[in-house]
């Protein structure tokens, strides 16, 4: 089963949603910022190792985001020793409602980025309520999320210097990093990803609102399956609004590999695919590529007898076409291979997000759930392809 999280990674939206979305967003945004620090204790156990290699960040202020990003994304030495090199600070608070939240810095690489925040009170006292009702509040049965999380700002339009407006909602892609309901501190990470696009930099205005718990979870036993429904509640934890402006930026660490080159899989339906990479991008922290493919004109006929006609209302004969052929085992013949002789499966990585709406290209972003350096990968396979890092 699809988790959430994975749900909603795949959610996309037409140019034209996109663009009222984008007129509906512009119209959120204000003021800047403000003050207070404070480290969180159960990330403390990686804090010597980013310390000892965090030598630009000689303030506790910068250090404290290694310590964080090293808790998201790895602590080997080699890993924050990589992560200091991308990441980038922003520094830009603002307090609500006697709680403040930081925008520590962003980390990324040409299409993705991510933007590390935290949150504490003023008064030093627990971020969360301490109730009943959020006694249970945690990464596991809950979902944390904004009301708002919404940033705005101008992307360039060709090339003579001219930039639209745009508009991003960010309210289900927030990553809480472990935490206990009584933490007085809470680390969380939104990730900064449009699909085969560059994300743009530039002046922005990031607007945060509400904080709450949607909680679900079954309570039921096998016997009262069908008459105990399972507990869907939302849990209101911090209110406030808190709205900054900052410059987004960040240099590209990314590895760009050899284009054009063939290789050969199947789709979950056995119908076998020839790809032509178009482009192929290796970061510390994902992998992008996009294919063109070609199918056997007779392979082509097996696959359409699957479409069920009562799908046309909703879900046309090409769209269907194109999402069974994005479909591949890609994820199970592919993988990472690191100079020590170590093979890492594209699954073990990470969840790989799919744009599969042109005819005949798909697009696979694929970030990691911990940092690789480049140096330590040897070669990328996909399928019966084997690509040297050049």
């Not at 990464?139 to 508009?167: E, I, M, S, W």
């Amino acid at each position: 089963m699809r988790s959430y999280r994975d749900t909603m990674e795949d959610l996309r939206f037409s140019p034209e949603e996109k663009a009222a979305m984008t007129q509906a967003l512009l119209q959120a945004a204000s003021a800047p910022a403000k003050t207070k620090r404070r480290k969180k204790a159960a990330l403390i156990a990686v804090a010597a190792v980013a310390a000892a290699l965090c030598a630009a960040c000689a303030t506790g202020v910068l250090q404290d985001a290694m310590v964080a990003l090293s808790a998201r994304f790895g602590s080997q030495p080699e890993q924050v020793q990589t992560l200091q090199q991308i990441t980038h600070p922003v520094l830009a608070q603002d307090t609500d409602n006697g709680v403040t939240v930081s925008v520590e810095a962003v980390l990324g690489d040409q299409t993705r980025g991510f933007l590390l925040c935290r949150m504490e009170r003023e008064d030093g006292q627990p971020v969360l309520p301490q109730n009943e009702d959020t006694k249970n509040v945690s990464n596991g049965d809950n979902t944390l999320l904004f009301d708002q999380a919404t940033l705005v700002g101008r992307h360039p339009v060709g090339d003579k210097g001219a930039t639209a407006p745009y508009g991003i909602d960010m309210g289900m892609s927030p990553e809480f990093l472990d935490f206990t309901v009584d933490d007085h501190t809470l680390y969380f990470f939104f990730d900064l990803f449009l699909y085969a696009e560059d994300f743009p930099r530039g002046d922005v205005t990031f607007t945060l609102e509400n904080l709450y718990s949607h909680e679900y979870y079954e309570t039921c036993t096998p016997s009262s399956v069908i008459t105990t429904p399972p507990v869907d509640r939302i849990i209101p934890l911090v209110d406030g609004t808190w709205t900054f402006s900052f410059t987004l930026d960040w240099q590209d660490p990314s590895t760009e590999l050899e284009a054009g080159q063939v290789f050969h899989l199947e789709t979950y339906n056995d119908i076998p695919i020839e790809g032509t990479i178009q482009s192929l991008r290796l970061s510390p922290i994902t992998l992008s590529l996009e294919y063109t493919y070609t199918v056997a004109p007779e392979d082509l006929d097996t696959l359409k007898k699957g479409y069920d006609p009562s799908y046309s209302s909703w879900l046309p004969l090409d769209s269907w076409l194109r999402a069974e052929l994005a479909e591949t085992r890609m994820d199970e013949v592919s993988y990472l291979t690191l100079t020590d002789g170590r093979q890492i499966m594209f699954h073990d990585l990470g969840h790989s997000a799919i744009d599969a709406l042109v005819d005949n290209q798909i697009s696979i972003s694929l970030p990691f759930q911990e940092a690789i350096p480049l140096d330590t990968i040897e070669s990328v396979t996909i399928g019966d392809l084997t690509i040297p890092m050049p």
